[in-house]
Every structure is written in structure tokens, then in C-alpha cells.
């Protein structure tokens, strides 16, 4: 069994099957992986929250890691809120709108959108104000412009056509980067998969020599 253990977010819209891939190149870096599913439509945040404490509470032999894509990035970081203690390991957050997504807000305005963003809409908008855990925490920002945004507009430049970089930009992160990937496709990212690997292990990303 692996002496670190990751656990992996899925964002907005998305179920967990969609980061096998990343849980691929994790494992093969040395980490045991297990995907959290939830309802991000449907349930409620706080709900997803007890869940994933829940899930985090019975894996106590060892060190535990968040990797969250998107919304995945926002409830790692509630969590910790709620529970300062939860894990010891580091967070990665993939493309998460950490300061509140324009676009979300953009979209709730269209006919159906409050409905399509569902229980998770809150803390889209919202984001938070800053990070004061103790956790190292790391923000990995797309930059190609591809995606839902470009149709609803608002997104300053740079973005991942969803998210702009500025929106990953939290205050109290322990290490930020910007690769070449749109929103959807950080979680399949090769490069992203790399810096991620560097994070949890070193918690720094990997700068050029």
C-alpha cells in the first residue's frame, strides 16, 4: 500500500470517472488514488462536505492529499474549514474558480441557468476571501481560451475559456502556475498532471531551470 493517498474532486456538471486519467498518472507516480463522487447538481455543498469528511475520516494509516478540479478545488477547501485537521497532506486545485466564478454569475442571469448550476451555485459565486489554513495549498490555472465562457463573456484574459487565471488567484496559496490547457481539459493535462505530482510532493510547482 502507498504511503500517500490522494483523493480526487470532480467539478460542476461532472462525475468522478472523469479524472481516471489523472488518477492514472498518479498511481503511476506512486500514489494510491480513490475518486469522490458527488452530486454537484443536486446536493447541496455542505452535504458534499460531510461526505467527503466522512470519506477522509476512514482513511486514517495514511498521508492523505485533496485534488480538486474546479468546484472538486472549492469543497477541498471548505472542507478544511470545517475541519482544520482533516487531512496532512497538501491540496491541489485545478483550474477552481477560488475567488468566485464570473461566468457562473454570468450564467445565473440566463433562463435556467440558476437551475443548471444547481445547489453548488453559492459557492461558485461567493469563492472565498483568502487561505488561512495550515495546509499547503497550490493553484494550477489553464490558459487556453476554449470554452463556455466565450460564449457568455465576462472572463478577463487570461483564462481556460471557463475560468480566469486572476479567479485562482487566492490570496494565502502556497505556489501558483499557468498551463497550456482549457478548463475542461486540465484534468487530462499532461503538464498539469507533472506540476501536480511536484506539488504533493515538494509543495511546489515545478519552475523551468
Known sequence: MAAEHVLLLH?????????????????TAGFSVDLFDYASVMQDSSASIEKLLSLTARTTDR????????LGGLLALQALQHRPDLIEGRVVCLGS??????VARAFANFPGGSFLLGRS???LHAGLDR??????VGAIAGSLPVGLGLA??????????TVSVEETQLPGLTDHCVVAATHTGLPFSDAAAQQTIAFLRNARFDRPA
Do not use: Y
Open 11 to 27: 467539478g460542476l456538471w461532472m462525475r468522478g470517472f472523469t479524472l481516471i486519467a489523472l488518477r492514472r498518472k498518479l498511481e
Open 63 to 70: 498521508l492523505v492529499h485533496f485534488v480538486g478540479h474546479s
Open 97 to 102: 474558480p477560488l475567488r468566485g466564478s464570473s
Open 121 to 123: 451555485a453559492d459557492v
Open 131 to 136: 487561505w488561512n489554513g495550515t495546509q499547503h
Open 152 to 161: 457568455i463573456g465576462g472572463l478577463s484574459t487570461p483564462h481556460d475559456g
